[in-house]
């Protein structure tokens, strides 16, 4: 992505990698929370958009943020420390209700065992983000195909065994833990700089591919150009694309009660692709 080109100089790099992640803890936080209300727990977990920037966009997404080679604005000493803030009281309200939640025996019993995908049944579907690592696959874009920050900060990769609703659920809550560490501590330290690198001209008749870990995992651009550096083909992969025979092999002889933890567990796109 340009947004990395120069990420060593620039300070956009940083400034974008700290609204992804503070992204990825809001739905992290929100997807525990609609594990939690499928059972009847987690009644705190979970509001959607509830830690999310306010200067991030107008919509939910943070459509109007992220811009060619950049992002919208920079981040300031005091939006840093109110978004410091504000995070150390989500992780506190997040962190109560997801240890009652976990607490619980009767959530326990009902998550674990449900929904199970095996290491091998995961490997051979190419599965992908946490749904993948809540089955054994140690499988991280981040880690994998650093680039930009990445290459210089680096994310734990969390894992679990088991491949069930309980394990999908945990790997979540680490996700959100770590996402929430990486921003406490880009915050902490973000470059001064431009927020928005200057853009080359496309090259002509060139293949580029780029990968992201989303939310949900590995996210695949592929983009052609023809002669004139216009685009030809622009693909898009989606970790839904990959994952949804995932739930179809989890749901396989449960009871029709168990579709909605399986589901919510999984947290897919119903559009399929996310587009």
């Known amino acids: 992505m340009a947004v990395f080109a120069e990420a060593g100089k620039v300070a956009d790099a940083a400034v974008f990698q700290k609204f992804l992640f503070l992204a990825r803890f809001d739905f992290e936080e929100t997807r525990l929370g609609c594990i939690g209300r499928k059972f009847g727990e987690a009644r705190r977990v979970g509001q959607p958009g509830g830690n999310r920037d306010p200067t991030d966009g107008a919509s939910r997404f943070g459509r109007g943020l992220v811009r060619p080679g950049g992002t919208l604005h920079d981040v300031d000493d005091a939006l840093a420390a109110t978004l410091k803030g504000r995070l150390a009281e989500a992780m506190r309200d997040l ?159 449960e009871e029709i009660s168990d579709f909605p933890l399986c589901n919510k567990s999984f947290n897919l796109s119903y559009c399929g692709h996310d587009l």
């Open 95 to 253: 962190t109560s209700a997801v240890e009652l939640m976990f607490g619980a025996s009767t959530v326990t019993a009902r998550f674990e065992g449900t929904g199970t995908v095996d290491r091998e049944s995961c490997e051979a579907i190419g599965m992908v983000g946490p749904a993948a690592r809540a089955s054994g696959v140690d499988r991280d874009v981040r880690r994998d195909h650093p680039g930009g920050i990445y290459r210089f900060a680096h994310v734990p990769v969390v894992t679990a065994h088991h491949g069930d609703v309980n394990s999908r659920a945990f790997v979540r809550w680490l996700e959100a833990q770590r996402s929430a560490d990486f921003v406490s501590s880009q915050l902490a330290a973000l470059p001064k700089g431009p927020v928005r690198a200057a853009l080359k001209p496309i090259r002509p008749g060139h293949v580029a591919v780029a990968l992201v870990e989303g939310w949900r995992g590995e996210v695949a651009h592929v983009a052609v150009t023809d002669g004139a550096g216009r685009f030809s083909r622009y693909k898009v992969v989606d970790p839904s694309f990959h994952n949804w025979f995932g739930l179809a092999l989890a749901l396989r002889n």
